[in-house]
């Protein structure tokens, strides 16, 4: 089966200048890489979880997959064909839809919930008879009632809120959704909503799914598979349980032992990652993620390490992945002990 989406060695630059730079400069500064050779893909009716910490360059990844921010270098190829032109990204658009992070901020305040269903059907020119009729069918669809129509974005709870971007998302009947932080700030449960309405309209209208968090706990139990970025740059990839019952990279293996525990017999072993993210302004020689990693050795520090395979469906960024649990209980012991020394 061919992937419904496909990223190859995509890169985006950022310029980081004051305005006094742009007046005084005629010629242009040199650019950042945000996002620096990414390759990935989704297959149809998959679930991609991309994870990383803030600044990682996970929003800025699956802007630019709609076209939303401009790609500095790399192709992007939907059902078989390349997207390139404006053209392309229009049809593309057709076919996708984003969640964005801010549910209520990315709903025009002055327009009712009714009109905002509707919106991205009418904006493609697709003929809707009855809108109002359309709308009730939308809130049906992610369990709101029809009465939600005639209300403004400030009238919804941040759950409601949530649900209506799911409703405008799903206007188009997409073949692919990209969801951005789809359960910030709301509550556990209402969380837990949010993710099972998303897994159960999969199930029903099988679409594909990115889904851009930071919140490992959840992403196990919804994505097929996971993406874990760094400073732009993909360290891992791999199948969910694959990934969470063995990491590869010392990145990944951190970020699941910090997941907070509900048992007050293992809270003592949770570990939170050490230092600061580095800046992509000041990338680190060799691997960027040395300054942080608690199995680093010379080479890490000079030589930066080739993106590979391991096995058949994985692929990870380390000079030395972890291949044994022995290995991981080491890495965490030194970690741990190294906090307990701060």
């Known amino acids: ?18 305005l006094l730079d742009r007046l005084i400069n005629p010629f242009p500064l040199p650019g950042f890489n945000v996002v620096d050779g990414v390759t990935l893909s989704l297959m149809p009716a998959e679930t991609l979880g991309l994870v990383g910490e803030s600044g990682s360059g996970k929003t800025t990844l699956a802007r630019t997959i709609l076209g939303l921010v401009q790609a500095a270098a790399g192709r992007i190829v939907f059902e078989g064909r390349e997207i390139a032109t404006r053209s392309d990204f229009r049809a593309m658009r057709r076919r996708s839809a984003m969640m964005f992070q801010d549910p209520v901020a990315s709903l025009s305040p002055r327009l009712r919930v009714g009109t905002l269903l509707t919106e991205p059907q009418v904006i493609q020119g697709l003929p809707t008879p009855d809108r109002r009729a359309a709308a009730k069918a939308l809130l049906a669809l992610v369990g709101l009632p029809a009465s939600f129509v005639d209300r403004f974005p400030h009238e919804l709870s941040g759950g409601q809120a949530r649900r209506v971007g799911v409703a405008r998302a799903l206007a188009m009947k997409p073949d692919l959704l990209l969801a951005d932080e789809p359960t910030a700030g709301l509550d556990v449960s209402v969380q837990g909503d949010v993710l099972n309405l998303i897994a159960e309209l999969k199930r ?15 992403i196990r139990h919804v994505s097929d598979r996971l993406a874990i970025m760094y400073l732009g740059r993909l360290v891992e990839t791999g199948p969910t349980q694959e990934v969470f019952s063995a990491p590869l990279h010392p990145y990944t293996a951190t970020l699941i032992r910090s997941e907070p525990i509900p048992d007050p017999r293992r809270r003592s072993h949770n570990l939170a990652i050490t230092g600061e993210i580095p800046s992509v302004f000041r990338r680190p020689s060799g691997c960027e993620f040395h300054t942080r990693c608690p199995l680093v050795q010379s080479r890490c520090k000079t030589e930066a390490p080739l993106y590979r395979p391991v096995g058949a469906d994985r692929m990870v960024r380390c000079h030395f992945p972890l291949q044994t649990g022995g290995q991981e209980r080491k890495a965490v012991s030194r970690a741990s002990a190294n906090q307990r020394g701060n």
């Open 1 to 18: 089966m061919s992937p419904l989406l496909a990223v190859e060695d995509l890169s985006v630059s950022f310029v980081r200048s004051s």
């Open 204 to 218: 029903e209208l099988g679409f594909a799914t990115m889904i851009v968090t930071h919140n490992l706990a959840m």
